[in-house]
T-cell receptor, first 112, second 113 residues
């Protein structure tokens, strides 16, 4: 079944640095969404990018989508300790009536 | 507009008991999704429902698990005769329609003892 795969599995950076996480998927999609999950908590929706979009910004977040390579990246600029969390990409199949399928996530640690 | 509400937040059941997990979607959302998450892992899709209909249950175990989303009231994920392997966090998400943002609840952490 279709699945997003995040890369790297884990990322450790210092405050102020940028963090880049990548996601690859297998089949055509209608949109791709990024989520954040703090340890033991629910998922927070970060951003949705549609298949006809190439880039989207939200605050310190920048998401790109390359449908020819079936990949997306999430860039967090000027990271903060509070950005420490797991980040997941989720894709739908380009077909009505399908649910979001999640990758295994990237665990980001930002140290001060 | 309250977010997706799940209850209980924590549930402890003995082996063989039943677990009932409830999810109230965001106002105006008619699509509900259930996911299971084991420690240090991603979310595994279980079932997708719209009001009174199961759209996709391909991720649901064939036995002991069932889900419903009645015309009135919350969506219910029901696990009968729980076993230790059912211990996990169960998340519910809702969306307004296909291809729109899905918003998640805080999850129910089920522990089977």
């Amino acid at each position: 079944s279709q699945q997003g795969e995040e890369d790297p599995q884990a990322l450790s950076i210092q405050e102020g640095e940028n963090a880049t996480m990548n996601c690859s998927y297998k089949t055509s999609i209608n949109n791709l969404q990024w989520y954040r999950q703090n340890s033991g908590r629910g998922l927070v929706h970060l951003i949705l990018i549609r298949s006809n979009e190439r880039e989207k910004h939200s605050g310190r977040l920048r998401v790109t989508l390359d449908t020819s390579k079936k990949s997306s990246s999430l860039l967090i600029t000027a990271s903060r300790a509070a950005d420490t969390a797991s980040y997941f990409c989720a894709t739908d199949a380009n077909q009505a009536g399908t649910a979001l399928i999640f990758g295994k996530g990237t665990t980001l640690s930002v140290s001060s | 507009n309250a977010g997706v509400m799940q209850n209980p937040r924590h549930l402890v059941r003995r082996r063989g008991q039943e677990a009932r997990l409830r999810c109230s979607p965001m106002k105006g959302h008619s699509h509900v999704y259930w996911y299971r998450q084991l420690p240090e892992e991603g979310l595994k899709f279980m079932v997708y429902l719209q009001k009174e209909n199961i759209i996709d249950e391909s991720g649901m175990p064939k036995e002991r698990f069932s889900a419903e989303f009645p015309k009135e009231g919350p969506s219910i994920l029901r696990i009968q005769q729980v076993v230790r392997g059912d211990s996990a966090a169960y998340f519910c998400a809702s969306s307004e329609q296909d291809y729109t943002e899905a918003f998640f609840g805080q999850g129910t952490r089920l522990t089977v003892v």
